[in-house]
């Protein structure tokens, strides 16, 4: 592992010396690669997919894992996108000129070596390795074993396009053991590693945050809740209940908890239901929701759980304080949602609400990186400190300070 690392942070000083218009070119070859092979990307998708329902992963699993044309090609224009992105390093964020007459700027840096530990979804890999690349750090990227076929695939074709120009192909490094022992390995080599970003389940996320040497951006669990107000426009408030839930729920931007204002419950829960009815959800509910409509009981476990499948829990509430309390209680500080026609109620509920993507009267579906035009992203951040939301190649820099001076001595 230690040789490993040490060829990906060498490859990563070589990657800051390229000019922005030398990494757009590789990154618009990287995506044509994808495209002209796409056969063995779905062959080798194939028999991940075949081991997958071997091993009875979920629905929601097998979706993240899966591979078609459209996906591929999705895969290549992300990266695309990424190329036409601003140039991220370089940029100089602040300057001034001291008393002492000291010129100094605020530069931004890439963060060197950045580990990424993510599961089923392979597109993950050409993602992040993009938005790496683009912004100058070395990756080393661990997948999981459910995708090891796919992801190879994926890494041997961008790293032959780096091959092609000479370039280390450590810049992008797919971690040789699919072990979990690597990854204990991996999150403790501070030497060679800047940035630990894990993506996944809750108990992956909390091993790493618990044991990890290295600086860990968290991609925590998404625990989304939408809050249908009083005032709410009841058609809006179903089409974007529904959206958040049912259109992709194995994802962690999609709701997992409805909120209904207890003084429109009695209107709006059976229209609510006749909608999730027609698109096969399952609903629980509380016994508030349990006396309206015609649900399984919801739990506080439930209300503590990340579906990641078409079930949904309903809650009705007081108002908005109540809407409020229970996402405080239960949130992990991803994506929340309030729908309303009431400006005061939405800005007490934006101003509240202590998460990553805060919306009114818009699906919550919306956080995402290409949905809020930076591209692909390496995660969705529920820290607070470095990066928070989408994190696209900004959050992979840092910044240090360039002092010119003409002999000052202090």
Known sequence: MEAFLAKAKEGSRVLAALRGSQKNRILKEMAE???????????????????????????????????????????AVAI???????????????GWVTEEGLKIEKVSIPIGVIGIIYESRPNVTSDTAALCFKSANACVLKGGKEAENSNKAIADILKNVLNQNNLPSSLISLVPDSSRESVAKLIKMDKYVDLIIPRGGAGLIKYVSENASVPVVKHDKGQCHTYIDKSANLSNAIAIALN??????????????????????????????????????????????????????????????????????????E?????????????????????????????????????????VNASTRFTDGGAFGFGAEVGISTNKLHARGPMGIEGLTTYKYKIYGSGQIR
């Open 33 to 75: 690669a994808l495209r002209a092979n796409s056969k063995t990307l779905l062959e080798a998708n194939a028999l991940d997919m075949i081991d997958g329902e071997k091993n009875d992963l979920s629905s929601a699993l097998m979706d993240r894992l899966y591979l078609d044309e459209k996906r591929i090609e999705s895969m």
């Open 244 to 317: 958040a839930k049912v259109q992709r729920p194995g994802v962690c931007n999609a709701m997992e908890t409805l909120l209904v204002d207890k003084s429109i419950a009695k209107e709006a829960l059976p229209l609510l239901k006749i909608a999730f009815d027609n698109a096969h959800t399952i609903l629980k509910g509380c016994k508030e929701t349990q006396k309206l409509i015609t649900v399984a009981p919801a739990s506080e476990e439930d209300f503590d759980t990340e579906y990641l499948a078409n079930i949904l829990n309903i809650r009705v509430v």
């Open 80 to 94: 695309e996108e990424i190329a036409a992105l601003k140039e991220p390093v370089g940029r100089v964020l602040d």
């Open 319 to 359: 108002g908005v304080e109540g809407a409020i309390e229970h996402i405080v209680r239960f949130g992990s500080g991803h994506s929340e949602a309030i729908i309303t026609e009431n400006i005061t109620a939405a800005e007490t509920f934006l101003n509240a609400i202590d998460a990553a993507a805060v919306y």
